[in-house]
């Protein structure tokens, strides 16, 4: 089970930082981040750390997006900065283990322009 948090409000330029823990089971993580959903778009990698650790980025985030994640590797938050109008949809955590796709339940980004 993937558990978020963090989501809101704020105006833009504003900053976000949302949480996403790994919880009711051990899990033996591959892949760990944060995709969204905006209005009339298909879901998207937002950011990620990948199965060799690396990060990766949409190319809209990068500089003012970063993901970090817990020493056990079972917690990962997205520090969101320099927040657009764009940046506006729902945020949600996902978790590849042991071949399989976890997806938590989403949390609602708003930024007013």
């Known amino acids: 089970q993937l558990v978020e948090s963090g989501g809101g409000l704020v105006q833009a330029g504003g900053s976000l930082r949302l949480s996403c823990a790994a919880s009711g089971r051990r899990f033996s993580i591959a892949a760990m981040g944060w995709y969204r959903q905006i209005p009339g778009k298909q879901r998207e990698l937002v950011a990620q750390f990948g199965a060799d650790s690396s990060t990766s980025y949409d190319d809209t985030v990068k500089g003012r997006f970063n993901i970090s994640r817990d020493k056990t590797r079972t917690k990962v938050y997205l520090q969101m900065n320099s927040l657009k109008a764009e940046d506006t949809g729902v945020y949600y955590c996902?978790?590849?283990?042991?071949?399989?796709?976890?997806w938590g339940q989403g949390t609602q980004v708003t930024v007013n322009s």
């Open positions: 996902r978790a590849v283990s042991l071949g399989t796709t976890y």
